[in-house]
C-alpha cells in the first residue's frame, strides 16, 4: 500500500520536452541558448518547462551525467510493500534489485535512461498484488556497480538475464520497459526468446526515429535539429556509462532479431510530438506527428496481435502521473498469460 503521508523526492529526467530528455547541464544550456523564445520571453521559458508530454526524440540520445538543471523532482510515493533486497553478482559487477509479491509470471520492471527503481513504487502495489514484481537498477544507477564492462544495450539485456537466474526466479517473464527501459526490454527480448511470456513497452520510441525525422526536416526546422540536438548526440572518447552507448545500444537494437510472438502492448501519450512547438515549424511539427505514429505503428506490428494503447493527460512518465493506465493492461497481460498456460 501507498504511505499517502510520505513521499521520496526523486529526481527524475526532465519530461518537459525532448530536446532535453535525459540530458545533461551542458546540453540543456545549450538547448536553453540556441532556442528563440522571442513569441514568448519567460512564458515560453516556462511552458517549455512544464509540458506535460514528450516525443522521446532525445530519450536514449543524450547524456545523463549531471542531470542538473535538467532534471525535475517528482514526488514518488513511499510505499509498505514487503520486498526482499539483493545486491546481485551478474558476472563483472553488482546490481542493486527488489522482488515483491508472489505468483508467475514474473513482472519485471526496466527502468529508463538513469531513472533508480524506486520510481516504479506507484504501480509496484498494484502488480504485486497479482504476480512476483522484479525491480533493479542498471550498471552505475543507484547501488548497482558499473565497473568495466560496457554499458550498452546488449550487455545490459545480459546483466538482466543474470540477474533473474541468481535470483532463481522460474520464466518466462512479462517485461515492462519505459522509455529507454523499452530498448533493454527488446533487446532481451530479441536474444532470450524463450524467456519472454510477454512485453509492455511504456513511452519508449522506435529506434530509426532520429534518422526519419531528420529525413523530413528542411530549412530552418533542419538547421535547428543540426545545431540544437545534434551537438548533444556526440560519443565521448571513453564511453563508460548507458548514456555513452546510447547510439551503439540503438544500432544493435536495428540489428537485433525480431521479437518473438508474445503478448505485445505499447502505451504511448497522445500528440506527444507537439511537446516540441517552442522547437520546431507548426508544418514540421504535424510532419513530425504522422512519422512518430507511423514508426510507433511498424514497432506493434513488429509482433502479430500487437495492441497500442493511446494515453491521455500525462507526461512522460506514465507509470507516475496514472499509474493505473500501466497497471490495468499489465494485470490484463499476466491473467491471459496464465490462462493460456492452464489451457
Same mark, same amino acid.
Given at each position: 500500500?501507498?504511505?499517502?503521508?510520505? %513521499?521520496?523526492?526523486?529526481? /527524475?529526467?526532465?519530461?518537459?520536452?525532448?530536446?532535453?530528455?535525459?540530458?545533461?547541464?551542458? +546540453?540543456?544550456?545549450?538547448?536553453?541558448?540556441?532556442?528563440?523564445?522571442?513569441?514568448?520571453?519567460?512564458?515560453?521559458?516556462?511552458? /517549455?518547462?512544464?509540458?506535460?508530454?514528450?516525443?522521446?526524440? &532525445? +530519450?536514449?540520445?543524450?547524456?545523463?551525467?549531471?542531470?542538473?538543471?535538467?532534471?525535475?523532482? #517528482?514526488?514518488?510515493?513511499?510505499?509498505?510493500?514487503?520486498?526482499?533486497?539483493?545486491?546481485?553478482?551478474?558476472?563483472?559487477?553488482?546490481?542493486?534489485?527488489?522482488?515483491?509479491?508472489?505468483?508467475?509470471?514474473?513482472?519485471? @520492471?526496466?527502468?529508463?535512461?538513469?531513472?533508480?527503481?524506486?520510481?516504479?513504487?506507484?504501480?509496484?502495489?498494484?502488480?504485486?498484488? !497479482?504476480?512476483?514484481?522484479?525491480?533493479?537498477?542498471?550498471?552505475?544507477?543507484?547501488?548497482?556497480?558499473? !565497473?568495466? /564492462?560496457?554499458?550498452?544495450?546488449?550487455?545490459?539485456?545480459?546483466? $538482466?538475464? &543474470?540477474?533473474?537466474?541468481?535470483?532463481?526466479?522460474?520464466?518466462?517473464?512479462?517485461?515492462?520497459?519505459?522509455?529507454?527501459?523499452?530498448?533493454?526490454?527488446?533487446?532481451?527480448?530479441?536474444?532470450?526468446?524463450?524467456?519472454?511470456?510477454?512485453?509492455?513497452?511504456?513511452?519508449?520510441?522506435?529506434?530509426?526515429?532520429?534518422?526519419?525525422?531528420?529525413?523530413? /526536416?528542411?530549412?530552418?526546422? @533542419?538547421?535547428?535539429?543540426?545545431?540544437?540536438?545534434?551537438?548533444? *548526440?556526440?560519443?565521448?572518447?571513453?564511453?563508460? !556509462?548507458? %548514456?555513452?552507448?546510447?547510439?551503439?545500444?540503438?544500432?544493435?537494437?536495428?540489428?537485433?532479431?525480431?521479437?518473438?510472438?508474445?503478448?505485445?502492448?505499447?502505451?504511448? +501519450?497522445?500528440?506527444?510530438?507537439?511537446?516540441?512547438?517552442?522547437? *520546431?515549424?507548426?508544418?514540421?511539427? #504535424? &510532419?513530425?506527428?504522422?512519422?512518430?505514429?507511423?514508426?510507433?505503428?511498424?514497432?506493434?506490428?513488429?509482433?502479430?496481435?500487437?495492441?497500442?494503447?493511446?494515453?491521455?493527460?500525462?507526461?512522460?512518465?506514465?507509470?507516475?502521473?496514472?499509474?493505473?493506465? $500501466?497497471?490495468?493492461?499489465?494485470?490484463?497481460?499476466?491473467?491471459?498469460?496464465?490462462?493460456?498456460? !492452464?489451457?
Amino acid at each position: 500500500m501507498h504511505d499517502k503521508n510520505r %513521499s521520496l523526492r526523486i529526481a /527524475l529526467p526532465q519530461s518537459a520536452h525532448p530536446a532535453f530528455a535525459f540530458a545533461g547541464d551542458d +546540453c540543456y544550456n545549450h538547448f536553453m541558448k540556441k532556442i528563440n523564445f522571442s513569441s514568448g520571453g519567460i512564458a515560453a521559458r516556462r511552458s /517549455l518547462l512544464f509540458l506535460p508530454v514528450i516525443i522521446c526524440l &532525445a +530519450c536514449q540520445s543524450l547524456p545523463v551525467s549531471g542531470l542538473g538543471a535538467a532534471q525535475e523532482q #517528482a514526488g514518488i510515493p513511499e510505499i509498505s510493500t514487503p520486498k526482499t533486497e539483493h545486491m546481485i553478482d551478474v558476472g563483472g559487477r553488482k546490481l542493486h534489485g527488489c522482488v515483491y509479491g508472489s505468483g508467475l509470471p514474473a513482472v519485471v @520492471l526496466v527502468s529508463g535512461f538513469g531513472s533508480p527503481q524506486e520510481y516504479w513504487n506507484p504501480v509496484i502495489p498494484g502488480l504485486a498484488a !497479482n504476480a512476483t514484481v522484479v525491480t533493479y537498477d542498471r550498471a552505475g544507477v543507484g547501488e548497482s556497480e558499473i !565497473n568495466d /564492462l560496457p554499458a550498452h544495450g546488449e550487455q545490459s539485456a545480459r546483466d $538482466l538475464h &543474470a540477474l533473474l537466474a541468481k535470483l532463481a526466479l522460474p520464466g518466462p517473464y512479462l517485461l515492462v520497459g519505459h522509455s529507454y527501459g523499452g530498448f533493454v526490454a527488446r533487446l532481451f527480448a530479441s536474444m532470450y526468446p524463450a524467456d519472454m511470456a510477454g512485453l509492455v513497452l511504456e513511452e519508449t520510441q522506435h529506434e530509426d526515429n532520429l534518422d526519419e525525422i531528420r529525413g523530413i /526536416l528542411t530549412g530552418k526546422d @533542419l538547421e535547428t535539429f543540426d545545431q540544437v540536438l545534434l551537438p548533444g *548526440f556526440a560519443a565521448p572518447e571513453n564511453p563508460k !556509462n548507458e %548514456s555513452d552507448f546510447r547510439n551503439v545500444t540503438r544500432e544493435q537494437l536495428k540489428k537485433s532479431k525480431p521479437l518473438p510472438r508474445m503478448p505485445f502492448v505499447v502505451l504511448t +501519450c497522445r500528440g506527444r510530438a507537439y511537446a516540441m512547438r517552442p522547437m *520546431f515549424s507548426e508544418a514540421a511539427l #504535424a &510532419a513530425i506527428a504522422k512519422l512518430d505514429e507511423d514508426l510507433m505503428g511498424r514497432l506493434v506490428a513488429s509482433v502479430p496481435g500487437g495492441k497500442q494503447i493511446m494515453i491521455e493527460g500525462t507526461g512522460h512518465h506514465v507509470h507516475v502521473d496514472k499509474p493505473q493506465a $500501466l497497471i490495468a493492461p499489465v494485470v490484463e497481460m499476466i491473467a491471459a498469460v496464465r490462462e493460456k498456460k !492452464n489451457n
